[in-house]
């Protein structure tokens, strides 16, 4: 579905990713995880066409988009929920849902998308009247990945969705993903709860100082002395 190959990244002249190179297959949980400036997410900003790579590409169903913009990747099926969820505050629970689904082509999408976020996540649609930035951190976080739901995508990436949250709350994120990928979506997860991480994901890429060291199933990196030293402080 998605092949990354050979990817050098920078900012400012110096480099975030090199020669990064991995696949996601059609309904797989990916699992990129590393240590906090490893270059998870700028991986995430590369592919949702925030930056572009220096050299390399990106495919999408062997098509190029490595210097595709931002809302022409959302209308290829791929949408993004960024770290620290980013919702529009003042906005209502429906409002910001509605900003996600601007790249749907019809009123009866938009309709359709939406009784399928609000059957995912009730609280949604019992509050869809009230200011997203009255919820919780485990609410918005629902609200942001419903968001990102909203546009139809075929591949879903989730930049640290456990940040912050109450060990209860990171256990309910990780079932929604699980629920997510059930349903056919693709999905690309950043994360540094890497136990819980692994646990969720097919297969999985361990990142450090930019370029992929390690990759595997999920249950085998678990048992990798390298992840368990590193990352499971075993």
Do not use: C, W
């Amino acid at each position: 579905m998605l092949s990354v190959n050979n990817i050098s990244v920078g900012y400012k002249g110096l480099l975030a990713l090199q020669d990064v190179s991995f696949h996601i297959d059609k309904g797989e949980v990916i699992g990129l995880i590393g240590s906090n400036g490893a270059g998870k997410s700028t991986i995430l900003k590369t592919i949702s066409g925030l930056m572009h790579p220096q050299k390399g590409e990106i495919l999408l169903d062997g098509i190029p988009i490595s210097q595709t913009p931002p809302y022409e990747i959302v209308k290829k099926k791929i949408s993004m929920i960024p770290e620290g969820r980013r919702l529009f505050g003042r906005l209502s629970v429906l409002d910001n849902l509605l900003l996600g689904a601007y790249a749907l082509d019809s009123k009866d999408e938009v309709e359709d998308a939406l009784e399928d976020v609000f059957n995912s996540f009730p609280i949604l649609r019992e509050r869809k009247n009230q200011r997203a930035d009255t919820f919780s951190g485990g609410e918005q976080q629902q609200l942001a990945i419903a968001r990102g739901l909203m546009s139809r995508p075929s591949l879903l990436m989730l930049d640290e969705p456990s940040l912050g949250l109450m060990p209860k709350l990171v256990s309910e994120i990780f079932t929604i993903v699980r629920e997510i990928s059930e349903k056919g979506v693709t999905v690309l997860l950043v994360e540094q709860n890497v136990f819980e991480a692994l646990h969720v994901s097919h297969r999985a890429y361990v990142l450090q100082t930019g370029r992929i060291v390690l990759e595997g199933k999920g249950e085998e990196l678990i048992k990798s002395d390298l992840v368990r030293q590193a990352y499971l402080g075993m």
